[in-house]
Structure formats: structure tokens, C-alpha cells
């Protein structure tokens, strides 16, 4: 999207090389515990998750919906599992349950006007702000591994202190390695390109 209007290939960007550039998410608001002051609290029947099952950061961000047991707590509305020339779009098949939106970049329309950037799942909503949260995928795991612990959630910690140096290490080397790089590899505008990064997913 720029300015706040969807623009068919702003999620893909190639350098001069051919190579294809991931760029970053920027909307990273963060939900804080039951009780805690601030825009965004955990509260249950308050979020709902953007997701589609054909997309890796997406599925993290399900999975620990499951995990922390939050099916009941957090709602979740399914993307159609492939891209249009509108990006995510919402079919029969795949509703946006709560605001029945044909494309998922409405709701980025919908939650900063001037919006400019990749329009991308998984999306944590807040439904009493009308806003995203978040667009960030590690960010909404860990929000999910503790924030709703006295709101609905179970007490299962997925990011532990003790581990989270190595949690760390192994998310930076999947994130740019496997997930970026079958993306890497799939726009990928040149011959060249695409060999350096099919290397990097089979170095996994």
C-alpha cells in the first residue's frame, strides 16, 4: 500500500540485482497484561487474529493460539490460502467474520489511512480501537506466551527466560534462511538470484 491505497506490487520489492527484499513490519504495538495500563490489555473477546494456514508466519502465530489454549479467548478469521491482484483477499469459503472486508488491506486502510508498506498476515486486531496492533508475527507469539495468562490463557511459557538466547538464535536463522528464503527464491528476477537463494533454504 502508499498513502493509504493498495498498490498491486508494493509487497514485492527487487533490488538492482534481481534479488527480492523483505521489509520489516512496521506496525509492532504490544499487548500487556491483565491490569496493566496502557492502549493495548489483555482483556478475552477483545482481539482477533488475521491469519491463513499457507503462510509460515501466520502459522506460528496459530499455533500458539492453540498452545496457550486461546481458541475461546482470541477469534481468528482465515485469508483465502493464495494472493489475488488485490493481495489477502476474504471469500465465501474464507470470511472476515468481523467486518466482512473483501481484502485484508482494507483493514490496514481501515486502521492508519495513510498507511504505506506490505500488507501481510498474521494481523492481531484490537476490536475496541478499531486498529492492528500488530503485524508482526514473533511479536504476537510472545505477546500470546504470557500476555493473557490471567485472561483466559494457560500457564504454558513459550518464550522462558532461560531460553530465550537460543529461542532467539533459532527464530533469526528459520526467519532468514527458510521462511525469507523461499520467498527470496520465488521473486527472485534473476538466474543469480535465485541460485543464492535456494542455496540458503537448502543450508537449513
Avoid at 520467498?183 to 543464492?196: I, K, L, N, V
Amino acid at each position: 500500500m502508499a498513502d493509504g491505497r493498495w498498490v498491486t506490487d508494493a509487497d514485492i520489492a527487487t533490488a538492482k540485482d534481481g534479488a527480492w527484499q523483505r521489509t520489516p513490519s512496521v506496525l509492532r504495538g504490544i499487548v500487556k497484561p491483565a491490569g496493566s495500563k496502557g492502549d493495548f490489555v489483555a482483556e478475552a473477546g477483545r482481539y482477533h487474529l488475521y491469519a491463513a494456514w499457507n503462510c509460515p508466519w501466520a502459522h506460528r502465530a496459530l499455533l500458539g493460539r492453540v498452545f496457550k489454549e486461546l481458541e475461546g479467548v482470541i477469534g481468528v478469521s482465515y485469508c483465502a490460502p493464495r494472493r489475488t491482484d488485490q493481495g489477502w483477499v476474504f471469500t465465501r469459503e474464507y470470511p472476515d467474520d468481523l467486518h466482512a472486508s473483501s481484502a485484508l488491506h482494507e483493514l490496514y486502510a481501515q486502521a492508519v489511512s495513510d498507511y504505506s508498506g506490505r500488507v501481510t498476515v498474521p494481523i492481531l486486531w484490537d476490536k475496541h480501537a478499531s486498529t492492528v496492533v500488530s503485524n508482526e508475527s514473533a511479536d504476537i507469539l510472545r505477546m500470546m506466551s504470557s500476555a493473557w495468562n490471567d485472561a483466559g490463557a494457560n500457564d504454558l511459557d513459550l518464550y522462558p527466560l532461560a531460553l530465550r538466547h537460543e529461542i532467539d538464535g533459532w527464530n533469526e536463522r528459520i526467519h532468514t534462511g527458510l521462511n525469507n528464503g523461499v520467498y527470496r527464491a520465488g521473486f527472485a528476477e534473476t538466474q543469480a538470484a535465485y541460485e543464492s537463494a535456494v542455496r540458503e533454504v537448502f543450508k537449513m
